[in-house]
T-cell receptor
Framework: KAGVTQTPRYLIKTRGQQVTLSCSPI?????VSWYQQTPGQGLQFLFE???????NKGNFPGRFSGRQFSNSRSEMNVSTLELGDSALYLC???????????????FGPGTRLTVL | AQSVTQPDIHITVSEGASLELRCNYS??????LFWYVQSPGQGLQLLLK??????LVQGIKGFEAEFKRSQSSFNLRKPSVHWSDAAEYFC????????????FGGGTRLMVKP
């Protein structure tokens, strides 16, 4: 089975722009989660989507949004970019069922976003 | 809310020596616990997980971890470290009633001396 793929791998933007990152989960996985990793704040949970619905949300401003498509692929969008949004954005997929029991997550290689 | 503490930011061990990375968690119920490893520029790879049952869990690459409820700890161990184990290690806790949200510790960077 192919692993979690994320595109693009690297991205450079300037302040005020917006960006869209994409994630394709492992085939058959219906849950996709997004994390932000920075040297100062570490790994922080952004949000989780399951069956096209946002199931959980972390403590990030509304500039950060996401969506999930019927094929489970997910995108996250950051509007009005700030310097502090420079980070590695990781996507993880899981075979989570309808109930909220935890399932292990498989991570993609990440998208490195640099905001100038 | 759950939290995870990894007290050691950096650890250096000699190749062939044993390793223990510490992890303490805070969570009101029985947690789901994980150790992940991250090599530079890469995503996270799951080393092992604890959901329930036997408190000593075995993982990949010769790693093991022991869940100690009384100490709220889930320390990672390896009897003999290889140079290829140099990486950053993250402990994480997942709450069973909160979907797939993981709370991570700050990470421990492991360096291996030849």
């Amino acid at each position: 089975k192919a692993g979690v793929t994320q595109t693009p791998r690297y991205l450079i933007k300037t302040r005020g722009q917006q960006v869209t990152l994409s994630c394709s989960p492992i085939s058959g996985h219906r849950s996709v989660s997004w994390y932000q990793q920075t040297p100062g704040q570490g790994l922080q949970f952004l949000f989780e989507y399951f069956s096209e619905t946002q199931r959980n949300k972390g403590n990030f401003p509304g500039r950060f949004s996401g969506r999930q498509f019927s094929n489970s692929r997910s995108e996250m969008n950051v509007s009005t970019l700030e310097l502090g949004d420079s980070a590695l954005y990781l996507c993880a997929s899981s075979s989570s069922k309808e109930g909220r029991s935890y399932n292990e997550q498989f991570f993609g290689p990440g998208t490195r976003l640099t905001v100038l | 809310a759950q939290s995870v503490t990894q007290p050691d930011i950096h650890i250096t061990v000699s190749e062939g020596a044993s390793l223990e990375l510490r992890c303490n968690y805070s969570y009101g119920a029985t947690p789901y616990l994980f150790w992940y490893v991250q090599s530079p520029g890469q995503g996270l790879q799951l080393l092992l997980k604890y959901f329930s049952g036997d408190t000593l869990v075995q993982g990949i690459k010769g790693f093991e971890a022991e869940f100690k409820r009384s100490q709220s700890s889930f320390n990672l161990r390896k009897p003999s470290v290889h140079w290829s184990d140099a990486a950053e290690y993250f402990c994480a806790v997942g709450a069973g009633n909160a979907g797939n949200m993981l709370t991570f510790g700050g990470g421990t960077r492991l360096m291996v001396k030849p």
